[in-house]
């Protein structure tokens, strides 16, 4: 077998193949022996059909099976042995017909050879980094959300925005009488959180009402369009529930109330598991890092992106093959026509470019991404998952046992490499550029990244 390659443009070329009878006859003789041996053929004893007759019934197809599996991997070969880079894939220049009686075969395959990329990254590069200054007003934010979170409920006198309210819960008619009928719904022992109604007036009706009070309210308003939580609130079935449109009366017996946490060692070892946090001033002190880490992916994801504009606009002025990736995308992509690959393909050209770019600069810096990268990466995303429901002190192996288990999911596993292979390209790209500093405020920040959007009252 012979493969040869032509340049037919800059960035075109074409692979020719030449096949003879030895390069593939042995290969089909041994598949149709094997298919005499294993399949059972009408008029014929398993394994007892001749070479002739399994080539008549099955030679063309098992012919052209091979053929083209030996042509196409030579051709990988080729372009492997030779480090020839290309976009795409090769493109059979046309679809041959093959039959018993021909020998020797030529076929061609058009490919679109990957450009040359000249990137240098040095401190004569500036990039900008913004980082959001934490304000008073964050922090206060975030101790309040803390002692709601580590508080307790408790009985209360009056019902106020956090409340849960119980009582019983009756049904009233067209008067506003309780009903007393065979098929009046009364729940004796009810609890609502007015905080959760997704009608804010239905909420604002028990505000200040106290153990004793009476209130009338619409439970189907309360509960917008989810039957499943009018049916829950009154406890009846869903069907039933769906036909629910009366007010109720709610006689409360019992209220509970959130208690915040008080600022207290107890409370500390609580929200910063493992640190030795004992005074109130290390308490905030942590608190300021712990709303900085949160800010920070925001600096980071603005970094990256005037990172690869400005790479971009220095080194992306990258020519392509494109009468070729045109037609190799109408191939492959059903959606993709001749009439629309114009418009489409413009839109493709700069994340072609950004990808060559990126990779030059990757295989320049020598950025790979290795199972321990992916590991710690997948066991950061399950520490999160844990963190939201205040599970903060599992240990370095139940933290690895779960993150192997997001890996085993291979559409999990693409997605953290490329995470953690994007993450450590920006990260080289910072410490070979020159980082210009700058601090602003959050709605500073805002208005920056999204000036369209209306600004904070």
Do not use: C
């Not at 390659?5 to 009878?21: H, M, P, R």
């Not at 991997?73 to 976009?87: E, G, M, T």
């Not at 400005?310 to 026509?337: Q, S």
């Not at 993450?423 to 550029?433: C, G, Q, S, W």
């Amino acid at each position: 077998m012979q493969v040869t390659l032509e340049k037919t443009g800059d960035l075109d070329a074409l692979i020719k193949v030449q096949v003879e009878e030895n390069d593939y006859n042995a290969k089909v003789d041994k598949e149709l022996k094997e298919i005499g041996r294993t399949h059972t053929i009408p008029g014929f004893r398993k394994g007892h059909v001749s070479i002739d007759q399994l080539r008549r019934r099955f030679g063309k197809e098992v012919k052209s099976r091979i053929l083209n599996d030996e042509v196409f991997n030579a051709v990988i070969s080729y372009l492997r042995d030779n480090k020839i880079d290309i976009l795409g894939e090769p493109l059979p220049v046309k679809v041959q017909e093959v039959n018993l009686a021909d020998k020797d075969y030529t076929f061609e395959y058009e490919i679109g050879l990957a450009p040359a990329v000249e990137v240098e990254i040095d401190k004569n590069i500036t990039i900008p980094y913004y980082t959001i200054a934490v304000s008073e007003d964050m922090v206060k934010e975030q101790d309040q959300a803390l002692l709601r979170r580590f508080g307790s409920q408790v009985p209360g006198e009056e019902v106020d925005a956090t409340a849960l309210v119980k009582g019983a819960i009756m049904e009233l008619d067209a008067e506003g009488n309780v009903k007393t009928t065979d098929d009046a719904i009364q729940v004796v022992a009810g609890i609502v959180a007015p905080m959760y109604f997704h009608d804010k007036a239905e909420g604002d009706k028990f505000l200040g009402k106290k153990v004793g009070d009476k209130v009338v309210f619409n439970p189907a308003k309360a509960a917008g369009d989810s039957v499943a939580e009018l049916a829950s609130m009154l406890n009846i079935d869903k069907e039933r529930a769906a036909g629910v449109k009366a007010d109720f009366e709610m006689a409360i017996s019992e209220i509970i109330v959130l208690k915040l946490a008080e600022h207290n060692e107890d409370f500390y070892k609580q929200v910063f598991s493992g640190n030795t946090v004992t005074t109130e001033e290390e308490y905030y002190d942590q608190l300021r890092k712990m709303i900085a880490q949160q800010l920070a992916p925001n600096s980071e994801m603005k970094f990256n992106h005037d990172a690869q504009e400005i790479l971009m606009e220095k080194f992306g002025n990258i020519e392509l093959p494109a009468p070729f990736l045109k037609k190799w995308l109408v191939a492959r992509n059903e959606e993709l026509t001749e009439a629309n690959i114009d418009a489409e393909f413009e839109k493709m050209m700069p994340g072609i470019r950004w990808e060559l770019l990126s990779n030059k600069i990757r295989a320049n810096q020598d950025i790979k991404v290795t199972e321990d990268d992916m590991l710690n990466f997948a066991k950061g995303i399950v520490y999160n998952q844990f963190m939201q429901y205040g599970m903060t002190n599992l240990t370095d192996d139940v933290l690895a046992d779960y993150a192997k288990k997001v890996l085993s999911d291979q559409q999990q596993a693409r997605r953290i490499h490329d995470d953690v292979s994007e993450r450590k390209l920006f990260n080289v790209v910072k410490a070979l550029v020159t980082v210009d500093n700058k601090e602003m405020s959050l709605d500073e920040f805002k208005a920056m990244v999204n000036p369209e959007a209306p600004a904070a009252e």
